[in-house]
DNA sequence: TGCTGCGCACTCT
DNA sequence: AGAGTGCGCAGCA
């Protein structure tokens, strides 16, 4: 870990050179750092590089020159992109398809290329040779580092995301780590280090690339997506978790942190692990089924070597969203199709279920206007209303279903969900939705994650549609270990127990409850506001709460350093294990 | 000598 | 046109 010290100083540093515009370059920021604070330049060059592992500083090659960003305002400008991007995304990907380059900013692409900050990201892979030569001139003591790095990532993954990835391919099989795809087209100098720039998942021939929108369209909804999150303490078969894992490190990737590594992954499985079948996580084993899954075609690797889930249904999706067409631009782009999801009722033949989901509920209420409704009416995770739903999602979902004049009424115990007063058309579009659901046992399925019946459900009780987070609030958790319930009693909901032991399973009530208890009440909204529950917390980096969040830099610090990462040192220690 | 501000060019959307 | 980046130069301490 950085010393904060250094990071003020560090980012104060970058931001200053930015400011004047001169270029954030290794030498400058030592000499800055030195006169204004007295630090030794190579104390300050080793703060430097934990801060880019930790991916507080982006260390990017821009013009054919090292140069260093701050990482959050980077991020931030991706996602301002990404989202820009998605707006015009179909013409994006026609040019892109011509030349590689996709719709993105300098400053994004140089992300892209940047060093990998953290976990077995391939990183001295992504650099030229000229940084490496310069970096040799440093001392070669970073090079050292990052070929541990390097070995360390022999099976590293890095799906596509927020813009921050590297263009590496490292072969996860044999350990090598080879610059391929663009990279491997890279010349030295600036136009060329540009122009094999791009996006490392839309790198990829038109079929994948699309497939990365759509991917990036999914982990822009991810709360409603990745439902899978929630479901993988209930499967018991590590290829089932590891492709929940891969979802759910995918959201988060969607935020702009790091290239997903092998290491994250075996990271959240660990989180998961006391959930799960309290089997020994390898990283071996991992790597293997991993493998398996691509080769299942569960998931997917990309040109350069990213994993991502695999999602050839978006793709249609896309297809049909184009078609529809009629939303507003803005609106556009939150409509993603999931996967079928299978509900299997109790006894019951599957079910497929389309799923339209769109960015957010609030987004979804003006497409809900146009000619084409997309049906969001069921909800991913209305249809999971296990403990792996979110309250607060299958509220905003119900809201969302009510403002376009469709209504959805989730039941319990033996009674049903069902849509009605959707159009005739509306359920020949779907053909294949569920109109009833049987309770009790009700299995949720994602992307073949099946929950095995003899999970129950519990207290899965009438849910109407109330607007306002959680103000629905289903059972949160029934895994095994599951500490909290809650009921419904007269539309007040009582919490029969605690879950402050396991923040895994805290939902977002409870994350926004730590927080207000822990004295910071106004950042507990915001916290709520952006649905963080346990497993969101504790994946969440430094950058995030500092800035995703859109909360005061102090209290931030303070939650961060003093709640955030003690929270995710208790339940990550065990890395060491996986790793 | 070193720092700072900024005009300007370049590249891209 | 606007944004992001940074080279190169002038002014200043």
Not at 101 to 124: F, M, Q, V, W
Not at 225 to 245: I, K, N, Y
Request: charged fraction near 30%.
């Amino acid at each position: 870990m950085s010393e904060p010290r250094y990071r003020e100083w560090i980012l104060e540093t970058i931001d200053s050179l930015r400011s004047r515009k001169a270029r954030p370059d290794l030498e400058r920021i030592c000499r800055m750092v030195r006169r204004r604070h007295g630090s030794d330049p190579d104390r300050t060059r080793a703060e430097l590089e934990k801060l880019i592992q930790e991916q507080t500083v982006l260390k990017v090659n821009y013009k054919g020159s090292v140069s260093y960003r701050n990482a959050a305002k980077v991020q931030r400008k991706c996602r301002r992109k990404v989202e820009q991007a998605e707006r015009s995304k179909h013409a994006a990907f026609d040019n892109a398809k011509n030349d590689n380059i996709s719709a993105r900013s300098p400053a994004d692409r140089e992300a892209l290329e940047l060093t990998p900050c953290r976990g077995p990201s391939p990183s001295s892979c992504s650099r030229s040779a000229e940084e490496k030569r310069e970096e040799e001139d440093d001392g070669g003591e970073e090079e050292e580092e990052e070929e541990e790095e390097e070995a360390a990532a022999a099976a590293a993954v890095s799906p596509a995301t927020g813009g921050i990835s590297s263009l590496t391919s490292c072969d996860g099989r044999n350990g090598s780590c080879d610059v391929s795809g663009p990279a491997a087209g890279r010349v030295e100098g600036r136009e060329d280090t540009r122009s094999v720039l791009g996006h490392a998942s839309c790198d990829l021939p038109e079929p994948e690339r699309r497939t990365c929108t759509s991917a990036r369209n999914n982990k822009q909804h991810a709360p409603q997506v990745r439902a899978a999150e929630g479901s993988v303490r209930a499967v018991a078969d590590l290829g089932d978790r590891l492709v929940a894992a891969v979802w759910s490190l995918t959201e988060r990737n969607n935020r702009g942190h790091a290239p997903l590594g092998l290491k994250e992954i075996l990271g959240y499985l660990g989180t998961q692990a006391a959930h799960a079948d309290g089997e020994k996580l390898t990283r071996h084993r991992v790597k293997v089924v991993l493998e398996r899954e691509i080769e299942k075609g569960r998931l997917r690797r990309t040109r350069l070597g990213h994993i991502t889930e695999n999602i050839k249904e978006e793709e249609s999706m896309e297809v049909e969203c184009k078609e529809d067409g009629k939303m507003d631009e803005e609106e556009a782009e939150p409509l993603t199709q999931l996967e079928p999801q299978t509900i299997k009722p109790e006894g019951e033949a599957e079910v497929k279920v389309h799923v339209h989901a769109p960015l957010s509920a609030g987004v979804e209420v003006k497409a809900c206007g146009g000619s084409v409704p997309h049906t969001p009416v069921i909800m991913e995770e209305e249809l999971q209303p296990s403990p792996l739903t979110s309250p607060s999602k299958l509220s905003s979902a119900h809201q969302e279903a009510e403002q376009c004049g469709t209504e959805v009424e989730m039941v319990a115990q033996g009674e049903s969900i069902h849509t009605e007063s959707l159009t005739q058309d509306q359920r020949e579009a779907i053909p294949d939705q569920v109109q009833t659901l049987t309770q009790d046992e009700l299995v949720a399925v994602s992307d073949g994650v099946t929950i095995p019946p003899s999970i129950p459900i519990k207290n899965y009780s009438v849910c109407k549609a109330e607007v306002g987070v959680s103000s629905c609030l289903l059972t949160p958790s029934a895994s095994p270990g599951a500490a909290e319930e809650r009921g419904m009693n007269g539309g007040v909901f009582v919490k029969s127990e605690s879950s402050i032991t396991n923040p895994v399973d805290w939902t977002v009530a409870d994350v926004a409850s730590y927080f207000t208890a822990a004295g910071f009440p106004e950042q507990a909204l915001a916290f709520r506001m952006q649905e963080i529950d346990g497993k969101s917390l504790l994946l969440m980096q430094r950058n995030d709460v500092l800035t995703g969040l859109s909360i005061r830099l102090g209290p931030a610090l303070k939650i961060y350093e003093r709640h955030v990462k003690v929270l995710q040192r208790t339940h990550f220690q065990d890395d060491e294990a996986f790793c």
